[in-house]
């Protein structure tokens, strides 16, 4: 077992302000300049939704800043929560050439420069189609999935409505991941440009519940799209899950989201100062919930995970990150049962090695550590309350939906679609912009060939 000290990574200032502060004009242009513009840009093939970078860094480079943050549109919706959120060192700036030697270029700070600058000076303005004739489509879930459909669809005409559970569109963006990786005020400029392109949104309104698919077909929609996401946590089948303290990381994170927005007391925040707080699971969401419970003033913050550091899901820079701000790991550990009467005391860790066939195992070595909160980061499932309410649409055991490939994304139900973590493993924001604008395609050819169907009397 290997518990991390801090790292020599710069320690910021653990306040819910954004982190990262962007470029300058002149920092952006300067940094612009050193794109190559390879004839084969790799860049463009590391990118999930293959927006064209070589482009709009050459725009940029030029001073154009409105062409840039056009050529952007033409790929992305969401430009300035890409250039904040996306794994940028995984996907686009892992293909850099000038990674060869060390210097390759920050696109998603470009990306955020450009869409940041265009907002803030009003450059570009999104207009709706005059006439919104191409077919009327609902979406539900206004998460990165459904914002990409109903941004896609909106600019090739469609009527379209988000529905969403929520008192404001956002999803994960607005309620998951906190402000100082993604201030609110940027996804909320992002969903203003939507509004403005023509997209309708119905918030506080529960699909399956409020109104089902087969209503909203009565209503004259010609296609549904799901982009409700997993908004099920998974639980741990261990002793003591139920006592009070042991919290999912979904529901941390949206209570402080709501909390630094003004909309609950912070009273309702389930870390308070001085707490000691354990973090179970080892991905993005987690290093989101123990960088938070550290601005909370949690007294120390462990992060266990049952493999070692390289095995971690989580984005390198996060990991690095939150260590640095002083959170903690353990590795190779794994929670054998959370000890207390009422409420949480403490948690029992069991060691975990590799044995001669490269298999996981408890070697039964145990340690009691005091805790105070335990905040659960293992996964999420997707919720059947849509499913249910609505005949002939199938999912797999996992409760995951079933889509097929022509039209992209349609379910077994016919006019009804589906995408983003509701169909996959959960992934990130651009992953499900990426399978989200696939199905946009795939609506747009299904929408068509009813209306052809329709006007020819069949």
Sequence with gaps: MIIDKKSDFDVVDLSFEEIDKGFTPRQ????????????????????????????????????????????????????????????????????????????????????????????EMEITQPEACPVQNKGKVAVIGAGPAGLTVAGDLAKQCFDVTVFDAQEEPGGVLIYGIPDFRLNKEVVRREIR?????????????????????????????????????????????IPGNDLAGVVQASYFLRIVA???????????????????????????????????????????VTVVHRRGE???????????????????????SSPARFLGDEKVTAIELESMAIDESNQLVATGEKQTLPADKIILAIGQRPAARIISSAGGIEVDPNG??????????????????????????????VLAMKEAKKVAAGIAMYVEAKKLIEECGV
């Design 400 to 429: 995951y939906v079933i889509t097929r490939e022509r039209p992209y994304g349609m379910t077994t139900r016919r006019g009804v679609f589906a995408g983003g973590d509701v169909v996959h493993e959960p992934a990130t924001v």
């Design 310 to 332: 390289s095995e971690i899901t989580a984005l390198r820079s996060e990991f690095e990150h939150a260590r640095a701000e002083g959170v903690t790991f353990r590795w190779m």
């Design 193 to 237: 440009k939507m509004e403005r392109l023509g997209v309708t949104f119905r918030n506080k309104v529960l699909v399956g519940q409020d109104i089902t698919i087969d209503q909203l077909f009565q209503e004259g929609y010609d296609a549904i799209f799901i982009g409700t996401g997993t908004a099920l946590p998974k639980r741990l089948d």
């Design 28 to 119: 952006a242009i300067a940094e612009a300049k050193r794109c190559l513009g390879c004839a084969k840009p790799h860049c463009r093939a590391g990118c999930p939704i293959e927006n064209e970078i070589p482009q709009f860094i050459k725009a940029l480079a030029n001073g154009n800043i409105g062409e840039a943050s056009a050529i952007i549109a033409r790929r992305s919706n969401l430009p300035a929560v890409c250039g904040r959120v996306c794994p940028h060192e995984q996907q686009c700036e892992s293909h850099c050439i000038l990674n060869k030697k060390g210097e390759g270029i920050k696109i998603g700070k470009l990306e955020r420069f450009i869409a940041d600058f265009d907002a």
């Design 258 to 300: 709501l909390a630094n927005s003004g909309k609950i007391s912070p009273r309702e925040i389930p870390v308070s100062i001085g707490d000691k707080v354990f973090i179970i699971g080892a991905g993005n969401v987690a290093m989101d919930a123990a960088r938070t419970a550290l601005r909370l003033g949690a007294s120390g």
